[in-house]
């Protein structure tokens, strides 16, 4: 049984229920989400070859010292870096290291940003320099499952229908979709009720009802969609080591569909490929 329940009332835990935010609400993870934003755009010009990753987690973390945030990941379950960086064939959750980017290179930055409570969770792709047309059009792909995912957002549909949507798409392109890892609530919490699918049947999953939060974040593989994790215990790469990709939006559902609270403030929705 899926239960639905005011935030306010509700405990500062994921209990398995699904909180509904108020336009208040919303004013706040607007504020939070848009810094999140911000901090994508300025990293578009720092990402370049010879750049190391912990350079970037640097940035990220002083970013976020200079307007008052905190970031989500630092010290979060043993996490020690302010940021996620994966690239190439990693999936997801790369840690920040002194290895420069090198020519060519995709690499997903995931930022999340805690701002008087309220946690702004968006992430991007970069090209490094040149990349190949194989590379430019994964994420290509992937922006567009994204945006077909946020299309799919309304009052009264399943959130198997943003599924449906990322995964009908990837297919029909001859990519795959990552099953391993999904979107999930978020607002008060980094993570809550309920998980985002990217994947399965509109009839899916719970009933979206105005005032949720959640995230978006499709992981669309060139290869195959199996993953596995390595000895950190956290980077996640594809098995047969093609390349992945991942966009990510936090939405809050509004009476007539969502609003996307982390689109970027200066039109760089998709750094290094051609406006849209």
């Not at 609400?25 to 010009?45: H, I, N, P, V, W």
């Not at 200079?66 to 990941?73: F, I, Q, R, V």
Request: proline content about 5%.
């Amino acid at each position: 049984m899926v239960t639905y329940i005011d935030a306010a009332t509700a405990p500062m835990k994921n209990t398995g229920v699904i909180r509904l935010y108020n336009a208040e609400d919303f004013a706040g993870m607007r504020k939070a989400s848009q810094l999140t934003a911000q901090c994508l755009d300025e990293l578009a010009d720092i990402v370049k070859p010879g750049v190391t990753t912990n350079a970037i987690d640097r940035f990220v973390f002083e970013f976020g010292m200079d307007h008052d945030a905190l970031p989500a990941t630092l010290n979060y379950r043993g996490y020690t870096k302010s940021v996620c960086t994966s690239i190439n064939h990693v999936v997801c959750h790369g840690i920040p290291d002194d290895k420069p980017l090198r020519e060519g290179d995709i690499v997903n930055i995931d930022v999340t940003y805690i701002l008087d409570g309220w946690y702004g969770d968006s992430s991007r792709m970069y090209p490094v320099g040149q990349i190949k047309r194989a590379s430019e059009r994964l994420l290509e792909v992937t922006y567009e499952c994204l945006m077909r995912g946020i299309a799919a957002v309304r009052p009264g549909a399943r959130t198997g229908a943003i599924g449906a949507a990322i995964q009908a798409y990837a297919e029909a392109q001859r990519c795959s979709v990552v099953t391993d890892f999904c979107g999930h609530g978020v607002g008060r919490l980094f993570h809550d009720t309920p998980n985002i699918l990217h994947y399965g049947k509109e009839s899916d999953g719970p009933e979206i009802r105005e005032g949720m939060i959640f995230t978006i974040e499709p992981m669309i593989n060139l290869g195959k969609p199996h993953v596995k994790v390595l000895s950190d215990g956290w980077t996640a790469v594809t098995r047969d080591r093609s390349l992945s990709a991942q966009y990510e939006h936090a939405v809050g559902v509004t009476a007539t569909g969502c609003e996307i609270f982390t689109l970027s403030p200066g039109g760089q929705h998709r750094p290094g490929l051609p406006p849209i």
